[in-house]
């Protein structure tokens, strides 16, 4: 296989990823605009991401203080799965 014909297809991880965001920040009782507020970005912005719409992938920075607000590790996010 060639690189040029190797495709990859992230769709379910980054729906696990988003969803992980929802489950954990529902634990941790914050809402939407909370989370948004300590971040410094939109509401909006949190939602795109947990309605699993996101037409670009947050950056690792944002993860990484998502898992912080969240009082996580940044891994467990990335290893969530719904489905176990």
């Known amino acids: 296989m060639t690189d040029e014909s ?3 297809d992230n769709t379910k991880r980054f729906r696990n990823l988003y969803l992980a965001i929802s489950v954990y920040r529902k634990r941790k ?3 939407q605009d909370q989370l948004a507020e300590i971040l410094g970005v939109s509401r ?7 309605a ?5 992938s947050p950056s690792l920075d944002l993860l990484f203080n998502i898992a912080t607000v ?3 590790e940044p891994y467990i996010l990335f ?6």
């Open 52 to 56: 699993l719409n996101m037409p670009d």
């Open 44 to 50: 909006q912005h949190i939602g795109s991401i947990e």
């Open 29 to 31: 009782d914050l809402t």
């Open 6 to 8: 190797r495709k990859f």
């Open 70 to 72: 969240l009082d996580i």
């Open 79 to 84: 290893k969530f799965n719904p489905d176990e």
